[in-house]
C-alpha cells in the first residue's frame, strides 16, 4: 500500500472505533451501563443492525470504497440518528474515561500494526471489547472506592435521620411529600428528580447532602432483583416505605410476586424503627410494621385540587392538597403518618398539605395561551394514566392526549388505556413506535395522530389545539423508546 493509503485507512479506522463507540456508550447509558440490558432488551434492536452491525460489515467486505461508503453513508447516517435523539449522551467522566481509552487503544494498535506491517485491515472489535472490558473493571474500581467515601460520611453523620421509600409506583411523589411537610420542622434533604440508583445516591451522598441535614429522604428503583437490598443495606435507614405495587417494569421482573419480593428487601436494614407499607404489597403482620392505603375516605379530586379524609390514631383528619390526582391522597397519607412519627401536630400537618407543591411533570397543570395543560410526562402507569384522563374529562372544552402509551408493559394494560382515550378525547397523538400498531389498530377518536418520534411534536400540537383546549401529556418515553 502506498503511504497516503495507509494513512487514510488509519485514519478512517479511528473514526469508525470512535462513531461506533459514541454509539455503543449512548446505548449503555440509556441502559444504566447494563450490557445485557442494552442489547436484550432495547427498545429498538433494529437500530443496533444499521447503526452498528451494517457499518462494521462494510467495513470488512467493501475494501477501499469502504472510506466512500463511510463518508457518504455511515457519518451522514449517524448524524441524522443523533440529532434526532431527545436524550443524548451525557458527558460524564465515566463516559470521557470510556472515550479517552478507546480512542488511545485504537491510535495504540493502529500505531503497533503500521511499524511492523502486521495487519491487512486494522481491527474494530479489539479495541471496542478491551474498552468496553477496561472501563468496566476501572468504574467498579472507582464506584467501590466512591461507595466507601460516601458510606463513611453517612456513619460519620449519627443524628442523621433516612427515610428510604420503594414502590411500584408513587416514589417520586411521596418522596416529596415527605420531604415537603417535614421541612415545616426539620432541616430536610432530599434526592433529585427521580434519582434512585446505588450509583445515583452515592453520587449525592458525595457531592449534594447538605452538612446540616436532620432528615434525608431517598428514593430507591429496582430493575432486578437485589437492587433494593443494595440501596438498604448502603444506607441502613431508620424508616422506609414500600408504596403500592403494580405491573411496573414486569418485563425485568417477570411475576408480581417477584416484584413485591424485591421491594421487601428495604425492610433489610439493620437500623429499621418503622416501616410504612401499602395494604397492596403484602397484609402479614410485623411489629415494625404500619399498613396503609385502606385508610383514605371521601376522596374528591378535580382539576382545583384534591380533598380527602383520613382515619389516624382514632381520629379523623381532613385535607385539602392542590396536588392533583386521586391516586395522591394515598401517597399524602404515608407522607402524614410519617410526619406524625416525628411529633408533628395535627394542625402543622394539615397546614403542610395545604401549602404541598405540586410534583413536577406529576399531573402538573401548566396554563399558557388559553390552554390547560396537565404535564403528568414522568408518570408511566395505568393508575396514574387513567386518573389524568378522569381529570380531563371533567373539562368542558376540547380534550387532546399525547402519549407513547405504557412503556415495559403488558398489551392488557395498553388496550385498557386504549378504551379510557376512546371515551375521553377528542384528539389523540401517538408519539414512537413502541405501541404504534396496537394504537393504530384500536384507537377511535374522532382525530389521531401518529408521529415516530416527537421532533414534529410541537408543529402539530400548535396546528390541531386552540385555546379552551385541556391538553394531557401522559407519559413521556424518550425516542430510543
Known amino acids: 500500500m502506498e503511504n497516503y493509503e495507509i494513512l487514510a485507512a488509519f485514519v478512517v479506522n479511528v473514526l469508525l472505533v470512535t462513531v461506533l463507540g459514541w454509539y455503543f456508550i449512548t446505548n449503555l447509558q440509556w441502559y444504566d451501563y447494563k450490557l445485557s440490558r442494552a442489547i436484550l432488551k432495547h427498545h429498538k434492536p433494529h437500530w443496533h443492525i444499521i447503526y452498528f452491525f451494517i457499518p462494521l460489515a462494510a467495513y470488512y467486505t467493501t475494501g477501499k470504497f469502504f472510506i466512500i461508503f463511510f463518508i457518504f453513508a455511515i457519518l451522514p447516517a449517524m448524524f441524522v440518528w443523533y440529532k434526532k ?45 478491551v474498552a468496553y472490558v477496561g472501563s468496566y473493571m476501572i468504574e467498579k474500581f472507582l464506584f467501590e472506592a466512591y461507595k466507601k467515601e460516601a458510606k463513611k460520611k453517612l456513619q460519620e453523620r449519627k443524628d442523621l435521620e433516612i427515610i428510604a421509600i420503594t414502590g411500584s409506583y408513587g416514589k417520586t411523589s411521596i418522596k416529596n411529600f415527605v420531604a415537603q411537610i417535614l421541612s415545616h420542622k426539620y432541616k430536610v434533604y432530599a434526592t433529585p428528580r427521580s434519582v434512585n440508583t446505588l450509583g445515583g445516591i452515592v453520587a449525592d451522598v458525595n457531592n449534594s447532602l447538605p452538612e446540616d441535614t436532620e432528615i434525608y429522604v431517598c428514593e430507591a428503583g429496582a430493575r432486578q432483583s437485589g437492587d433494593i437490598h443494595a440501596i438498604t443495606t448502603f444506607l441502613e435507614p431508620q424508616k422506609v416505605v414500600v408504596g403500592k405495587i403494580g405491573a411496573a417494569h414486569i418485563e425485568y421482573f417477570k411475576t408480581i410476586e417477584n416484584i413485591i419480593s424485591t421491594k421487601l428487601e428495604i425492610m433489610q436494614s439493620p437500623r429499621l424503627q418503622k416501616a410504612f407499607i401499602h395494604s397492596s404489597v403484602t397484609d402479614e403482620p410485623h411489629p415494625k410494621v404500619t399498613f396503609f392505603g385502606d385508610e383514605i375516605k371521601n376522596v374528591d379530586a378535580t382539576l382545583e385540587g384534591t380533598s380527602f379524609d383520613l382515619e389516624i ?40 398539605v395545604a401549602k404541598l407543591e405540586p410534583v413536577e411533570h406529576r399531573l402538573e397543570m401548566i396554563k399558557a395561551g388559553g390552554k390547560l395543560i396537565l404535564d403528568d410526562g414522568y408518570n408511566g402507569n395505568i393508575d396514574g394514566m387513567l386518573e389524568g384522563i378522569r381529570l380531563c374529562s371533567l373539562h368542558g372544552g376540547r380534550k387532546v392526549i399525547v402519549t407513547p402509551g405504557l412503556v415495559e408493559s403488558s398489551d392488557h394494560l395498553n388496550l385498557e388505556l386504549i378504551k379510557a382515550i376512546n371515551e375521553t378525547f377528542d384528539i389523540a397523538i401517538i408519539t414512537g413506535s413502541l405501541n404504534a400498531e396496537l394504537f393504530r389498530k384500536n384507537l377511535t377518536v374522532k382525530n389521531k395522530v401518529m408521529l415516530a418520534d416527537k421532533t414534529s411534536l410541537t408543529e402539530v400540537l400548535a396546528h390541531l389545539t386552540k385555546s379552551g383546549d385541556i391538553i394531557l401529556f401522559a407519559n413521556d418515553a424518550p425516542n430510543f423508546i
Open 85 to 129: 435523539l431527545d436524550k443524548k449522551l451525557v458527558l460524564t467522566w465515566r463516559v470521557k474515561r470510556f472515550l479517552i481509552l478507546l480512542i488511545s487503544l485504537t491510535l495504540f494498535q493502529n500505531v503497533l500494526c503500521t511499524l511492523k506491517d502486521a495487519c491487512e485491515i486494522y481491527g474494530v472489535m479489539m479495541p471496542l471489547f
Open 313 to 352: 390514631d382514632g381520629e379523623t383528619l381532613s385535607f385539602h392538597t392542590k396536588v392533583l390526582g386521586a391516586f395522591q391522597a394515598s401517597n399524602i397519607a404515608v407522607a402524614v403518618r410519617i410526619a406524625k412519627s416525628y411529633n408533628i401536630s395535627n394542625a402543622e400537618i394539615i397546614e403542610a
